[in-house]
């Protein structure tokens, strides 16, 4: 997509000269269309569980649901609003990302934070019968909740597409970078979704993700924020033997570009 703009330049009457612009409009249109997409995914996404909720609300307000019932509809409402509640949560994130605001960095003790990253995360990865080790050494200089929600995300993930008995593995530590390493034992991922997993709404097999709670945002987020903090992300990951990302933060960020 090129713009063409020519101006005739006239002095005294005469025209001496033309200006010739060329505007390369592709990463604009591609931008917009991705933005279009995004609001129509959301608008469908947020539609889908508040649907259900009102569904079920007017059916039980109705009085017409007998009492054995009514506690799986409770439950259906409660599983529904949480989903949207996550939701537009990670909407917010990612369009606060998008802003490119101005990040502010703390010191980070990795020891600290990977306990508290494992004690986060206990509960369900025993409801899941995953094991899980967190482990961290180190100080990093960086924006507390980013990294949070940066490793929060992928530990989550490697929980959530586990296997009875499979195991999670956490390693952060300083070296010229800090390098964050998020291994499972869990399902894997063809080669043919490697490239899109990080693409908004993007889920491998959307019923089956849908079923373990996911919203297909997660890796949006992880992508927004590795790029945010300068970093780098890969991917390895073979169906039925597990997946590994590793995620690699520059010491000196450059703050707050996007
Ligand atoms: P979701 O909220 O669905 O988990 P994500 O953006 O976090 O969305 O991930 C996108 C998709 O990538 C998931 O639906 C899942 O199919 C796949 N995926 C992500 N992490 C893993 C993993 N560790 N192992 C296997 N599949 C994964």
Partial sequence: YIKYYANPVAYDGDITGAILLLIDETE????????????????????TPLTSIYGFAELMSSGLVPESDRQE?????????????????????????????QVSTEDINL?????????????????????LHVAGSGHFKSNTTMLWELVANLIENAIKYNREGGTVDVSMTMDRQAVLVVRDTGIGIAEKDLD????????VEKSRSKKRGGTGLGLSIVKHIVKTLNGKVAIQSKLGEGTTITVTLPIKENRGVK
Avoid: C, P
């Fill in 28 to 47: 604009r249109i591609r931008a917009e269309k991705i933005r279009e997409e995004f609001s129509a995914n959301v608008s469908h996404e947020l539609k």
């Fill in 73 to 101: 509809m409770d439950r259906r409402i409660l599983h529904e609003s949480k989903r949207l509640l996550t939701l537009i949560d990670e909407i917010i994130m990612i369009s606060r990302l998008e802003s490119g605001t």
């Fill in 111 to 131: 020891t600290d934070f990977a306990k508290r990253l494992e004690m986060n995360f206990t509960t369900y990865a025993m409801e899941r019968q995953v094991s």
């Fill in 196 to 203: 899109r997993i990080f693409e908004r709404f993007y889920r």
